[in-house]
Each structure stands twice: as C-alpha cells, then as structure tokens.
C-alpha cells in the first residue's frame, strides 16, 4: 500500500479504502506480519494479507511439499514436490503486490523471529508450538491468530493483548441528519424531519453544526442522547440556551473501545466463542474439544486419525473423553456422530474450508493491524459436515485410499466415486471479477471439470483494470486492459493442468441466447453467478428455472456477504428475496431542494451527463445527418422545441472555436449554476416566506440557499473552470489545456452579464401558450444552420469514466457538486467519498469475497452429492467487520393447489407439438380439468376471454405461434411508430431482463416462429369454477 515506496496507491486500492478508510489503510501499510505454515489454509491467508496491502510478510515453514498439499495449496505444483513450501510459493504470492516485501525463513518461531512483528498467524503448529508462541506475543505486544483446518472443519483463535484499542467498532460513517426543532427544556428535545429517522442508540453522542438561534448548539459539545423516538432525542437541559430559529445538522460522534483479550492457555480452558450457525449452537464446544483432542491424539500416536477408520475413530474418542475429563468444566451431552466424523475427516484438506477460515482469519489480521472493525472475541468454528453424502457406508470400505494424485487429501473426505463426479461436472460460472476468480481457483483445487466430458465455461464482458489487482488474485499487472475471463482461465489452468476450461466474453442476456441455447443449458450441472448487477443475476435466474438447473448465488458489499443456494423443486429461487430497488431521489430536490451531499453529488452528475454527453449526442446525430429537421419538427409534447434549444446551444451559442472559448463557456456556466439560479429561487421563494399555515417556507429538508460570488483565487472555483473548460475542449475536438494558471489568466478577462430577475409567471390560456411555442420555435428555426454548413464543428460525447483519474471526469462533478454543497451550506464532501457516490463504487475487500467464494463452493459439493433434505442446505449472511453470521436453510419452493394436484414454481405442464388454440384450451379441459380463461407469452396476449368473442372464435382454428406470430407484428407496429416518435423508449435495458425483452430476442431471431420452446402463462378456472394459480406450460414446438 504505501509499502517499500512510502505512498498509498489509491487507484490500486480504491475499492478497499472505501471499506477501511485512509486513516486504516496507512497503519496497514506499516504493518509486519508473519505467516507460518504455508499449506492451503496458510497460502489462502497470506495471500489475503499480501492483496491488503500491509508493509512486510515473512512466509516461515519447515515442511517440504508433498502431494497431499496439492489438494488444497493454489500456488503449488507437481515440480514443487520435495522443495521447502514457503519458499516454493513466495515469488508467486509476491506477484500479487508489488507495495508488500515478502520474505521466507525456514528457521523455527522463536522469540527472535516474532520480535518486530505486528500480527504472527499460526496455520499448522502443534499445541506446544501455538503455546509457546502465544506465550512470546504475550510478552512483545504482539497479536497472534491461530487458524487451523481438518476435513470438514475448521476454526480461528484471536488473542489481541491485554488492551487492545478498536478505533472504528462498526466500520460505518457516522449519521447527520437535519434538525427540524429543538426545545428548551430540562430535556431538550432535538426532533428531526418527517420520515427521517437517526438510528441511535441510547449514549451515543452528538455534536450539532448550523443551528440558527440556538446557536449554543453550535459550540464543539458532545451531547449524550436518548432516544425518544426513531425520529427524536433528548440531550439534557436546553433551558439556558437562546430560542431556537431553525436550521443545523446533528452528526453522531464515533467512540472507540478498549477489548481485553484472554491469552490462549487460558482461552483454551474458558472459551468465549463466535457461533456461525445458531442450529450448532450445542455443538460449538464438542467441537472446540476436539480439535484440542486432536493435538493429544497426534502427541501420543504421531499422526492423525486413518481416514473413515472405525478403529482410530474409537481410540479419538478415549482421547477425547480423556482431555474432557481434565477439565473444570467438563462438556456435557457430547455429539460422537459428530467426533467420528470429525476423526474421519481430519486428515483430508477442502479448499473451500481453507477459504472460509483462511478469509475469517486474514480479516482478523487486518482488524489486529488497523484498529477497524470489531475484533472476533476470541474462537470462531465452522463445519460443514452437511457436505457429506447421506449415505456413507462406501467411505468405509476403501473408497477413500490414497492413489497418490493431487486429489488425495479431499478423496480423505468424500471418496474416489465422488471425486470422478466433480471431475465429469459442467458449470458455467457467469462473471470474473472477484468473486468469479476465487470460484475459479476453489473448483479447479476441487477437480471440478477436471475429468472425462467435463468443462467450466466462464464467461465476462469486462478487461482487467489496475483497480482489479487488489481483489481479483489471478490477475497481475502485466495482464491491465487483457479480457478478465481468458486471463483468468490461463491461471486457473496453471493452477491444476487438467482442468478443462471455456473461456468466454459473451454478455449473458437475451441478445446471446444464440450463444447460450438450450443445448448449452441442458448440458450444465449448475451455475455459479460471480455477477455485481441485479437485472443480470434476474436473468440467470429465469434461465435456470427455464432448463431447471442448480444456481449459486452471491454477492459482497464492504465485509458484509451474503450466498443463497438456489435448488430445482426445492428451495424458492433467487428472485423471491430481492430487496425493493433503491427509490430515486426526487427531481425537486435535485433542482431546488438538495439537503445532503447525495443530493449535490446526483445533480452534478446529471449535469456532467447532460452538459457533455446527451447534448452532444443530439448535436453530433444532427450533424451527422442521423436525425435531420424533419422528423425533430414531428417530435411530441415539446420535444421539438427542447431539441432545438440544445441545438441552437450546441451550435451557435455555446459553440467554442478556442480553449478560450471553452473559458468563457465555463465561466457564464458557473454564474448561471451557483448565482444567477439560486437567485432567481429566492426571488420567487424568499428567505422570510412563510406557508399558509404560518410555518417557515424554508425548515426541516428545505435548507434556504445563498448565491456564490465568484471569486478566481479561491481553489474550488477555479477547480470547477479548469474542469469544464477541459471538457468542453475534449467535446469539440480543441486542444486541451492541463495548466491551472492560464485558466486563472484567461477567466480573469471574462465578463458575465448582472442577475435580473425574470418577471413571474402568470397565467395563460392554450391559445397564447400554443402561440408562443410556435413563435419560439420559428425563432429557434432560423438561427440553427444546416449541418452541411458546419463542416468544421466536430463533436465527441463523453462517456463517464469513474476510475481514469486523467479525464477530469470525476475533478468536474467534485468541484460542481461542492459549489452546490456551499449554496445549500451542506458540508462538502472529499474526492474519495464522491468517486465512490457519484460512481456508484461498490465497496470491495479481498477477504469477503474469498469467504463468499468458499461458502458457494461447499453448496456446490451438496448439489453435486444430490441431497433432497432442504435442511443440509445453508443460505448464508455475514458482516466480517463484526463477525456476525446468519446461517439458515433455504425457504422451500411455495406449494400451491389446483384441483387437488400440488404443484410449486419449479412445476410446469409439458405440451409437445404445435396444436391449434382450440386443441390446447381442450387439452387442459380433458387432461387438467382447467377451463383456460387466458393465454399469454410474456406480454403479448394469445388468447383472453376480454378479447371480443368474433376474434376469439376467429382464433380459436390458429396455431399457437401463428397467433402469437399476428401479435407480435401488431405489436411491433406499434412499437415502430412509437420509436420514431421518441428514440428513447427504442432502448432496452442492458441485461434485457423482463420478459418482453425476451420476445423482442426470439421476434428477432425468428423466436417461436421457427420452433423455439415456449413459456406459456395461463390463467384458469378449476372444476369448481374458481379462479386458480397454475403452472407454467413449456410449449415445446416441433421444428
């Protein structure tokens, strides 16, 4: 991060610094850590640590590799067989960041080695090592976590010191809210606007800013509150403080806590531990036994349990009894299913488990390094025996012997039959970017698609960006601008050779289904989404309920993350949980009415995006002869003459031949946004109005603004011409200019016309607005110029880039977005927080979406085990900033009832070969006793009883697909005409996920016209006559 330069990469690092901050990130970047045991847990954590950026890593381990550390060991291969662990795969995890100095020792942890270090993580030390070791932390101030991973499970030890400091318990930025009253009383009482409501908690602290008359408020106090309401609190005695006006913003105070950590000897006697899944709840200290029995049972055999050995199995369960007996605190009702299983899997190695502990505990280092986020207080365990198959007989009787293959380790656990499975597996994984790359490395380690007729196809739009590196792994430098799924596949395939692998850039959506078919489907055994779009997830999911395929779903924000499992005739799908969409803000408080620096920021982007993007389009198509007069002239509702007034600014007026131009452009601009508007506001809403009922105009979300006066000296102004007029320049194709002081020179000679008031609006009749509209647009006619008598004007629009830091893009919508900010005395925000709002940055940390890879990789191993008990499935939630985790099995498929017959989403009614509209509403009669009173594909309406009965009966002799071929010309007229009376509704969304995109695709393609398989939505009456839910019908059409 800043590393052996001494500098903070924001470009880099850009999306973890939305999740840790500046201040964090720093004291990571002068972070030592030191790694021991570099086998699949070890190199899963370092390479965790090395992406976020902390100053050194010292890879330490004694051990030589061995095949059975290829099971789960990414950075290791065949040729590394033999040669120390660490040192084989340090200039492979060095690769990953060139900010981090990583080293390898080989020398045994000692009280030397850990001196200077700020975390020491322990993956593969014995209980006298992890003693000993905790022990010197002690004593050196140094933090220690121990992660350690058997089989099925796996479990996370923090150790912090005595008075560990968390700065940042959540993680979140603090709230403000506007102040709509504050009383004067012994307990004042600080209520907030309508429908905005603080989220406080008794105790917090507030501090206020901007009140008008209570002007006390202002000072810099720290008020305690407590909560009244989720609108209101009070803050102690107001009664000396002056009458209170209007106005201020309260802003809650971020308090820190000291954590006092138990070291690990007695931690181990008294644990305090994190339950992941609240159904383990009474199991956590079975388990929490076990893994300390299993210290015992390697000091006194010398190896661990024989995999699936009822004989060993026993013998760890004397030693288990005996280490329990031991203690003061004996475990009661003790699980010994779960201990044998425990005992069986012990020696096999699962990617996915190393990701899940292996991410847990690389947060936790982060957490140690920083002071961000809340510590896991103190032992965290995880399992997930429920990837085992229901039937495990065959696990005893040899199907688990090592044959001396890479897959060794994990056939420990699940067996060669199971193995050869995952190997003959097709997936399609949608998506490379984080998520996609951790997917891709965990399916390759498990032999997924690495047999005989077995394929990943991966597919993603997208080219490596530099922001990329620090969380999608199998990328590197040398790979920026390469296409992310080819890049990723050629490292996957490195990884293990024999893993068959598609890799594609073909955008999912209804304009690729010539790609992905029914063929391609129907071949798939599942898909995993690694997908950061909601439309597109929409669509995925309507393809695997449409071919009845198994669907991953998942997705990060900041440490939170969160998996779903999505199962045929089994669980609900992916759909179902969607949260309603964010609601837009309203265009009112855009224009006038902005009260939080969201508000400033959306309408600078509005501005960017209509000043440099669509009225250049409109102009360019102008030029270009794509849209000539005539068909403007025809456009409705005014559009004829808002097309032209862009015109005749783009053209005439606003037309700039010189980088001076572009000045004075920006200039006129400026006073036109932040002084002549705000003015003109106030003159038709003054500071003092007051409502009918006699309350201030301007209170609660209504902040009154004040004009700006422009001034070149201060920075902010002339940040906002520097920008404008660069991009004006980029726009009409004129030299650039990068130098701030000529601007200043140049803005200086420019002259801006005096506010006037313009005279209010009163009153018209249709007749004298008809009139002016005509006279305004013959106005506009005659000063716009053909465009063959433009011929040196050329335009360019822009396209909003968020992540080039060169293209003053994101400097114009700061610098715009803060004038707007100092107009409505909203406080401004930095560079870094508006990328991220304007941009729409999802915030992104390496270790949520290796957790969230790891979890979607061990319900892939259920799929593929085939359970039907919906309870061995786990759709997970988890925030790792607090090490919070909601584990809970999946809803079921919503069962529904006609005519007796139970029936879920998951069913549809089957009908094969082309049939007549009278043939089929009979088919449903005979064989379903449904009177069909509505068939329908997607929008378009095949048959209704509203439909008059001439026409139904007309139909009623038709084929299905040449009636739905009829209306879908009808529509498609429609749609023409409507068009070409505004361009805009032409367009679709990008992932085209509604179903009358699908149509407009299969319209396109000849659809069903040419026998496709249709989805048919029937309304119907059942034999009672009443108005039922039914299936689906999959309208399978002979070709």
């Known amino acids: 991060m800043e590393g052996k330069h001494n500098y903070l990469d924001e470009e880099l690092y850009s999306r973890q610094l939305y999740v840790l901050g500046h201040d964090a990130s720093s004291r990571m970047a002068t972070a030592y850590v030191l790694i021991s045991g570099l086998g699949g847990l070890g190199v899963e954590i370092a390479k965790n640590v090395i992406l976020s950026g902390v100053k050194s890593v010292t890879l330490q381990d004694t051990k030589t590799t061995t095949i059975h550390d290829l099971s789960s060991q990414f950075f290791l291969t065949h040729d590394d067989l033999g040669r120390n662990r660490a040192q084989s795969c340090c200039g492979r995890l060095a690769e990953l960041n060139h900010y981090v100095q990583v080293t390898t020792t080989t020398r045994p942890l000692d009280d030397h080695l850990l001196r200077g270090c700020s975390v020491v993580v322990l993956t593969d030390s014995a209980l006298e090592e992890q003693l000993y070791v905790s022990s010197v932390c002690r004593s050196l101030g140094v933090a220690l976590v121990v992660a350690s991973s058997r089989g099925l499970f796996g479990s996370v030890f923090c150790d912090f010191g005595e008075n560990f400091q968390v700065l940042d318990p959540n993680g979140r930025d603090p709230a403000s809210f506007l102040v709509e009253s504050v009383s004067r009383e012994k307990e004042g009482v600080v209520t907030l606007p309508k429908k905005t409501f603080h989220g406080l908690n008794n105790g917090d602290l507030v501090t206020f800013s901007g009140a008008q008359g209570m002007t006390q408020l202002n000072l810099p106090h720290q008020h305690r509150i407590k909560v009244l309401s989720p609108s209101s609190f009070s803050i102690g005695d107001t009664r000396g403080f002056s009458e209170y006006v209007g106005g201020g913003v309260a802003k809650q105070v971020k308090v820190g806590k000291t954590m006092t950590f138990k070291p690990l000897k007695e931690s181990l006697e ?82 996915p488990i190393n990701a899940v502990i292996g991410s847990v505990a690389a947060q936790e280092v982060t957490k140690a390094c920083t002071g961000k986020f809340t510590p896991l207080f103190q032992w965290l365990y995880f399992d997930a025996v429920e990837c085992l198959p229901e039937d495990t007989e065959k696990l005893y009787q040899g199907d688990c012997t090592p044959r001396g293959d890479r897959y060794d380790a994990q056939v420990a656990v699940f067996g060669r039959d199971f193995q050869d499975k995952l190997g003959k597996l097709k997936y399609f994984i949608v998506g490379a970017g984080a998520i996609g790359c951790e997917l891709l490395k965990n399916f390759a380690m498990l032999g997924v698609g690495a047999g005989e007729g077995g394929n990943i196809t991966v597919t993603d739009m997208d080219i490596i960006e530099k922001s990329n590196l620090n969380r999608q792994f199998l990328f590197r430098p040398w790979d920026v601008k390469k296409p ?133 389009e409109t102009a360019k198509q102008y030029l270009t002869g794509m849209r000539k007069m005539e068909e403007i002239l025809k456009l409705p509702n005014q559009q004829d003459v808002d097309t032209l007034v862009i015109l005749k600014s783009a053209l005439v007026d606003d037309c700039p031949r010189s980088y001076a131009d572009c000045v004075a452009w920006a200039r006129r601009h400026w006073q036109d946004q932040f002084q002549n508007q705000i003015l003109e506001l106030l003159h038709y809403f003054p500071p003092d109005l007051r409502m009918s009922n006699g309350a201030p105009f301007w209170s609660g979300t209504k902040r009154c603004p004040h004009h700006l006066v422009f001034d070149a000296e201060n920075e902010l102004h002339l940040d906002y011409i520097y920008a404008a007029a660069n991009l004006k320049a980029e726009v009409y194709g004129i030299r650039q200019v990068r130098d701030r002081l000529k601007t200043k020179d140049l803005v200086a000679g420019v002259s801006v016309a005096p506010y006037l008031p313009r005279p209010k609006l009163k009153t018209t009749t249709h007749a004298v607005s008809d009139q002016m509209e005509k006279l305004s647009l013959s106005n506009l006619l005659e000063v716009i110029p053909p465009p063959e008598s433009l011929t040196g004007v050329s335009i360019t629009p822009l396209t909003f880039e968020k992540d080039d830091d060169y293209n003053m893009h994101i400097d114009f919508i700061v610098a715009a977005s803060n004038l707007r900010a100092a107009n409505y005395n909203i406080e401004p925000a930095d560079r870094h927080k508006s990328k991220r709002i304007a941009g729409r940055i999802i915030p992104a940390i390496v270790t949520s979406t290796a957790l969230v890879s790891g979890l979607v990789s061990l319900e892939m191993l259920k799929v593929t085990q085939g359970h039907k008990d919906i309870a061995r499935y786990k759709n997970s939630e988890f925030n790792l900033g607090l090490c919070r985790f909601c584990v809970v099995e999946p809803e079921p498929a919503e069962e529904n009832t006609y005519n007796e017959v139970k029936w879920t989403l998951w069913d549809r009614f089957e009908v094969e070969g082309e049939l007549t509209l009278e043939e089929f509403l009979q088919h449903f009669k005979e064989n379903h006793g449904l009177e069909v009173t509505m068939v329908s594909a997607g929008r378009f309406t095949i048959h209704s009883t509203l439909i008059p009965k001439t026409e139904r009966n007309r139909r009623r002799t038709m084929k299905i697909t040449d009636i739905l071929k009829e209306v879908m010309q009808e529509a498609s007229k429609d749609e023409d005409h409507a068009t070409a009376d505004d361009p805009q509704r032409g367009e679709s969304p990008q992932w085209g996920t509604s179903q009358q995109s699908d149509v407009n695709q299969q319209r396109a393609q000849g659809g069903p016209l040419l026998g496709a398989v249709l989805m048919l939505d029937l309304c119907a009456d059942d034999r009672q006559g009443q108005d039922v839910d039914v299936p689906h019908v999959r309208y399978s059409v002979s070709r």
């Open 484 to 616: 992310k799924s080819e890049t990723a596949a050629a490292a996957v395939a490195k990884m293990n050779a024999s893993v068959h692998i598609t890799a594609h850039q073909v955008r999912v959506g209804p304009e690729t289904e010539h790609v992905y078919d029914a063929t391609f489907y129907e071949g798939l055994d599942g898909v995993a989404n690694a997908l950061d779009n909601v439309e597109a997830r929409r669509y995925m999911d309507r393809c695997c309920w449409h071919y009845q395929k198994p669907l991953l779903e998942s997705g990060t924000l900041g440490t939170n993350g969160s998996v779903q499992v999505v199962v045929p005739h089994l669980t609900e799908r992916y759909t179902h949980y969607q949260a309603p969409s964010e609601k837009p803000i309203p265009m009112c408080t855009l224009r006038n009415f902005p009260s939080a620096i969201e508000h400033t920021l959306q309408w600078a982007r509005d501005m960017f995006e209509g000043e440099f993007s669509q009225a250049p």
């Open 270 to 351: 008294d644990p305090s531990i994190t339950c992941v899944d609240v159904v383990k709840e009474d199991t956590v200290g079975v388990v929490h036994l076990a893994f300390l029995a299993l210290h015992e049972y390697v000091a006194l055999h010398g190896d661990l349990p024989r995999t699936w050995c009822e004989e060993d199995a026993a013998e760890f369960l004397r030693v288990f009894y005996k280490v329990n007996e031991s203690r003061r605190a004996p475990v009661e009702n003790v699980n010994e299913d779960l201990l044998k299983t425990f005992a069986y899997t012990a020696r096999g190695e699962l990617a």
